[in-house]
C-alpha cells in the first residue's frame, strides 16, 4: 500500500466486509484490509476510526488493527511519537462505557497493556491507570481488564520484552501490588451482587499471583483470598463465578514456590481448599459435573503443589494423606471425565517414587496405589448395553488409554503379579457369574502390566492364558478384543513358555477372520513374531499360508502390512536357501499386482480400489525389506540377494511411469532404501542403475526422497573407493535443481524437506567420504547456504544442517585414521577460517531472533566444536558478533547490558564442556526474548 486510503474508503470496504451480498467483494475487502492492518498507515487510520466511533464492526476493527501494530510493529514509529500514541489510546479508553461490546474493550485494553510493556519511559503505570480510572464505577470494567492482561503479557513470545525489561515491570508491579489490592477490595466491597464483576476481580487477582508479583503478606492481610473461598462454598454460585474462584485458587497454589518461605498462605490455602470436601460431594450427587470437575481441578492442584511434602515426609504436615483419600474420592466419581483430571498429579507421584526408589515409603503408598487400580479398572468398563465395538477412537477410548498408561506406571507400586491376581479374581466372580464388561475391564488391566510380569511366573499368568484361549465363542466381542491385545502384550511371558506358542497363534490367527478383530490380531501376531522369531520357524508355512489368502480374506492394508511384518522377522531366522525361497513368495502378490498397475494406462490414482494403488503394494514389499534380517557370514551371498535383484525392475518400472507423484515416488524410494539396507554391500549391482535413475528423476522431478535416498547410497556405498566419485557426481547433479528452489522467496520454509534430506545427504558425505566432498566445488555453496539455513526454525530440517555443521568441523580434529587426515584437516581448518565468521553471526542471529528453546542445543554443538579446532579466533568472532546486536528495544528498554555481553562471551569462550555453552546460551537469549 503505497499511500493513505482515506476514512471513507476504509469504512467502505468494512462494509463490504460485514454486511456485502457480493461473495467475491467480501473476499477483496478482507484482502484489501489486511494489507491496510500490515501498512504504517493503519497506526493513524485506527486512531481515526476510534475517535469518530461510528458503530461496532468500525470500532473493533481500529482496536484490533491498534493492538496488533503496537504488538507485533511497534519497531514502526519513532520514539518521539510514543507519548502521543499512549495519551490517544487513554483518550480512548476514556470513552469505554458499560454499552461499550467486551471484545472492543479487550483489544482496547490489550493494546496499552502491550503498549505499557514496551515503552519503558511509561513510569508507575498501574498507580497512574488506578487513580484516572479506579474513581468512578462506570471505568472499572475497562480497569480490572487492563489489569488483569498487564501481568499476563509480560511473557508474550511477540513483544519480546528481554529479561532485563520484564524483570523491571515486575518489580514495578510488585511495587503496585498493595495499591492493586486495595483498589480490588474496594471494587468487591461495592459489588453488591455483581456476579460478573467479581468474577473479574477473581480474574485479575488470579493474573498477578500467577506472574509471582504479589508478596504473601499483602495477600493474608486482604479479605480479598476468601472470596473465592465464599464463592465456593455457596451452592448457588454462578457458573461464570464458580470458574473464575477455582482459577484464581488454583494460581494461588501455583504461586507457592517456597513452602517455607510461603508456609503461612500455603497452610491458608491448604485449609481452605480442604474445607471444600463437602461442597464437591454436593455436586456429586446432583450431577453437576462443571462444579464437580472445577473442585476437582482445586484438589489436584492442591496435591502437585505438595507433591514433594507427600513423597519425602509422607503423612506429615503439608504431606498429609488426607489429599491422596480426597483425590481417591474424585477418581471414585462416576464420570470418568472428572477422574481424568487428577491425572497429572498421579503421573507426577508415580515418577517420584519410582525415581526415589525408596521401598519404605513405596510401601506406604501400596494401599492407595491398590484402590487406584481397582477405581480405574471400574472407570474402564464398556457400558453393558453396547452390543460390539467401534473401530473408531472416541473420548471414552482415549481415557482407557490414559488409564492403561497410568495403571502401568504405578503398577510397580503394587506388584505387576498382584494386579495379575486382584483382576483374575474378578474375572471369576463371586461364583454367581460374572458381567462381560467386568471380564473386558480385568482383562484391559492386566494388559497394562502384562510387559512387567515376571517372567518365571507359573501360577496366574497360565490360568490366565488358558482361561483366554478356552472362551466361548459366543463371547462378547469387546472381550475377545481385548484378550487379543492382551495375548500380545504377554510376548515375552510367552517366550519363555514356548509350550503356549502354537496354540496362542492358532486363536490370534483365528482373530483375523473377524472384521473386528482382524486389526488387533495382526498386531499382536507381528509381536508375538518379533519377540519369539526362532520359535516360531516352525510356523512360518502356516503364516504364509494366511499372507497368500490375503485377497480371499478381504484384510485391511493395515492388517496384511503387520502380518508380513511378523512373517519376515521369523523368515531371518530360517537357513539361508529357505530364506530365498521363502522372502520370493513373500514379494510375488505384490510384484504380481504391481505389475498390473503398471500395464494400466494411467499416471496417478484417485480410485479407492486399494488394488489399483502401487502405494499399497510399494508399502508391503518394504516391510519385507525392512524387518528380513538374516544373519551373513563373510564369503557367503546374500539369501535375499537374487530375490531383490529380480524386483528391481519392476520398482524401477514404477519410478519411471509415477514420476510426478511424489506419493508414490516416496513409497519407492522407501520401499529401495529397505531393499539396500537389507542387502548391504551386496546390493552393489544396483547403483549405477539407481542413481542413474534418481539423478534423471530429479532434474524434471526434484522431490526430496530422491536426496534423501542419496543419503542411503552414501551411508552404505560412499566407503567404498569405486563407488564414492559416482556418488559425489550424484550429488553434484541434486545441487543444481535444489539451489534453484531454495533460492526463491521463502524458499528455505516453504521447503523444510529438501533442507532436511540435503544436508543429510551431506553429513553422510562427511562421515563416509569426507576427502572427496572437500575437494568437491559444491563445498562453498553447501557451507554458505548450511549457515542461512541456522534459522530455519523446522526441527528435523534445522537438526539435519546442524549435524551437517558439527560433522564438518570433528572432521579437522579426528585422530589419523588414514592416509588423508592431515589433508581433511588442511582443507576444513581453511574453509572455518574464511566462514566462521558468518558462522558465527548466523548461530546468533538463530538463537536469539529465530529458534525455540529446545532447538538450542545443536547450535551450542556447532559453537562448541568451532572452539575445539581455534578457540583464540572463536573468542574474536564472538565479540565482533555481540558487539552488533542491538542494545536497546524499540520502546526504549535496555536489551543486554555491557556486562551480561561480557560474562555471556566469558561463559562460552571459557566452556570445557558443550552443556555449559548451551547452557550460556539459554540465559542469553532470555535478554532478547
Not at 530375490?643 to 528391481?648: A, K, M, P, S, T
Not at 559444491?778 to 560433522?807: G, R, T, Y
Request: proline fraction near 3%.
Amino acid at each position: 500500500m503505497d499511500a493513505a486510503p482515506s476514512l471513507e474508503t476504509v469504512l467502505q470496504a468494512l462494509h463490504a466486509l460485514y454486511h456485502g451480498d457480493n461473495v467475491a467483494g467480501k473476499e477483496k475487502a478482507s484482502l484489501w484490509l489486511g494489507e491496510l492492518q500490515k501498512s504504517v498507515f493503519a497506526w493513524q487510520i485506527s486512531d481515526q476510526l476510534l475517535q469518530l466511533n461510528r458503530d461496532v464492526e468500525s470500532c473493533y476493527f481500529a482496536a484490533q488493527t491498534m493492538r496488533t501494530k503496537i504488538q507485533y510493529a511497534f519497531h514502526e514509529l519513532p520514539h518521539s511519537s510514543h507519548q502521543s500514541l499512549r495519551d490517544s489510546l487513554l483518550s480512548h479508553c476514556t470513552n469505554v462505557s458499560a454499552e461499550t461490546p467486551p471484545v472492543i474493550v479487550t483489544q482496547l485494553s490489550l493494546a496499552l497493556a502491550n503498549l505499557a510493556l514496551q515503552m519503558s519511559s511509561w513510569k508507575n503505570v498501574v498507580e497512574e491507570l488506578i487513580k484516572r480510572f479506579g474513581l468512578e464505577s462506570k471505568h472499572w470494567t475497562f480497569l480490572i481488564e487492563f489489569l488483569s492482561l498487564l501481568p499476563e503479557e509480560i511473557g508474550s513470545r511477540s513483544l519480546r520484552l528481554g529479561a532485563n525489561r520484564r524483570n523491571e515491570v515486575k518489580q514495578e508491579l510488585s511495587a503496585a501490588s498493595e495499591l492493586l489490592v486495595q483498589f480490588l477490595t474496594t471494587v468487591l466491597d461495592s459489588l453488591a451482587g455483581d456476579n460478573r464483576l467479581c468474577a473479574q476481580v477473581l480474574h485479575c487477582l488470579g493474573s498477578w499471583l500467577t506472574a509471582y508479583v504479589i508478596p504473601q503478606a499483602h495477600l493474608i492481610s486482604s479479605k480479598l483470598i476468601l472470596l473465592p473461598f465464599q464463592a465456593l462454598m455457596n451452592k448457588d454460585c454462578s457458573s461464570q463465578l464458580h470458574h473464575s474462584a477455582t482459577e484464581c485458587l488454583c494460581s494461588s497454589l501455583i504461586a507457592i514456590e517456597d513452602l517455607e518461605k510461603n508456609a503461612q498462605l500455603a497452610q491458608l490455602l491448604s485449609n481452605g481448599v480442604l474445607s471444600l470436601v463437602e461442597m464437591y460431594r454436593e455436586t456429586a450427587k446432583t450431577e453437576d459435573l462443571d462444579k464437580s470437575m472445577n473442585y476437582c481441578r482445586l484438589f489436584t492442584e492442591l496435591g502437585e503443589t505438595f507433591i514433594e511434602p507427600l513423597v519425602y515426609t509422607p503423612n506429615h504436615n503439608f504431606g498429609d494423606f488426607k489429599i491422596l483419600d480426597l483425590l481417591l474420592e474424585c477418581v471414585g466419581h462416576q464420570n470418568y471425565e472428572v477422574a481424568d483430571v487428577t491425572f497429572t498429579f498421579w503421573n507426577r507421584l508415580s515418577e517420584m517414587l519410582y525415581e526415589g526408589n525408596h521401598q519404605e515409603i513405596i510401601v506406604a503408598y501400596r494401599p492407595y496405589a491398590e484402590r487406584l487400580i481397582v477405581l480405574l479398572g471400574r472407570h474402564c468398563q464398556y457400558d453393558s448395553t453396547m452390543e460390539t465395538i467401534s473401530l473408531e477412537v472416541d473420548d471414552f477410548e482415549e481415557f482407557r488409554t490414559r488409564c492403561s498408561e497410568l495403571i502401568s506406571d504405578i503398577a510397580f507400586i503394587v506388584g505387576p503379579t498382584n494386579v495379575y491376581h486382584e483382576m483374575f479374581k474378578a474375572l471369576q466372580g463371586d461364583g454367581s457369574g460374572t458381567s462381560w464388561e467386568v471380564t473386558e475391564a480385568s482383562l484391559y488391566v492386566m494388559a497394562a502390566v502384562s510387559k512387567q510380569i515376571s517372567l518365571n511366573e507359573t501360577v496366574v499368568v497360565p490360568q490366565v492364558v488358558n482361561a483366554v484361549l478356552s472362551m466361548s465363542e459366543n463371547v462378547h466381542i469387546a472381550v475377545k478384543h481385548t484378550a487379543v491385545r492382551l495375548l500380545g502384550a504377554l510376548r515375552e511371558w510367552i517366550d519363555k513358555h514356548p509350550e503356549y506358542l502354537a496354540s496362542v497363534l492358532q486363536y490370534l490367527l483365528g482373530g483375523l477372520q473377524h472384521p473386528k478383530l482382524a486389526v488387533t490380531a495382526a498386531e499382536s501376531v507381528q509381536l508375538l513374531c518379533s519377540q519369539c522369531s526362532e520359535a516360531m520357524t516352525s510356523l512360518f508355512g502356516q503364516l504364509l499360508q494366511i499372507i497368500n489368502s490375503f485377497q480371499s480374506f478381504g484384510l485391511s492394508n493395515e492388517v496384511a502390512t503387520g502380518l508380513l511384518k511378523g512373517a519376515a522377522h521369523i523368515l531371518g531366522k530360517l537357513p539361508p536357501e529357505a530364506i530365498t525361497e521363502g522372502l520370493r513368495q513373500l514379494c510375488s502378490i505384490q510384484v504380481e499386482q504391481l505389475n498390473k498397475v503398471l500395464e494400466l494406462d494411467v499416471t496417478s490414482f484417485a480410485s479407492g480400489d486399494k488394488n489399483l494403488d502401487p502405494t499399497v503394494w510399494l508399502d508391503r514389499l518394504a516391510t519385507v525389506f525392512r524387518y528380513t534380517t538374516p544373519t551373513v557370514e563373510n564369503g557367503k551371498t546374500h539369501p535375499c540377494q537374487e530375490v531383490i535383484l529380480q524386483v528391481w525392475p519392476v520398482i524401477s518400472r514404477t519410478f519411471a511411469k509415477f514420476g510426478s507423484d511424489v506419493c508414490i515416488i516416496e513409497r519407492c524410494c522407501r520401499c529401495i532404501r529397505f531393499a539396500v539396507r537389507c542387502l548391504g554391500v551386496s546390493s552393489t549391482e544396483l547403483l549405477n542403475p539407481l542413481v542413474t535413475q534418481i539423478v534423471e528423476l530429479y532434474q524434471t522431478y526434484p522431490h526430496s526422497c530422491c536426496l534423501y535416498l542419496g543419503s542411503i547410497l552414501v551411508d552404505e556405498y560412499g566407503g567404498q573407493a569405486v563407488c564414492a566419485q559416482m556418488l559425489l557426481e550424484m550429488l553434484q547433479a541434486f545441487c543444481g535443481p535444489t539451489f534453484k528452489i531454495l533460492g526463491e522467496p521463502l524458499g528455505f520454509r516453504n521447503h523444510p524437506d529438501i533442507v532436511d534430506d540435503l544436508f543429510r545427504l551431506c553429513f553422510r558425505f562427511m562421515l563416509r567420504a569426507p576427502i572427496i566432498f572437500l575437494q568437491s566445488n559444491q563445498v562453498w555453496p553447501l557451507l554458505n547456504c548450511a549457515i542461512l539455513c541456522f534459522c530455519l526454525d523446522h526441527k528435523d530440517a534445522n537438526e539435519s544442517v546442524c549435524k551437517f555443521m558439527v560433522e564438518f568441523i570433528k572432521c579437522a580434529r579426528r585422530p589419523e585414521e588414514n592416509d588423508n587426515s592431515q589433508s581433511i584437516h588442511v582443507l576444513v581448518t581453511s574453509f572455518l577460517q574464511k566462514t566462521g565468521q558468518d558462522i558465527v553471526n548466523g548461530l546468533m542471529k538463530a538463537c536469539l531472533f529465530c529458534l525455540p528453546t529446545f532447538m538450542l542445543g545443536d547450535a551450542a554443538e556447532i559453537l562448541y566444536e568451532l572452539m575445539c579446532i581455534d578457540r583464540p579466533l572463536v573468542c574474536k568472532w564472538l565479540e565482533v558478533t555481540l558487539k552488533a546486536l542491538p542494545t536497546h528495544t524499540a520502546g526504549g528498554a535496555v536489551t543486554a547490558t555491557q556486562k551480561q555481553l561480557y560474562d555471556f562471551h566469558k561463559n562460552v569462550t571459557s566452556a570445557e564442556e558443550q552443556k555449559q555453552v548451551a547452557k550460556a546460551i539459554r540465559e542469553f537469549i532470555l535478554l532478547y526474548r
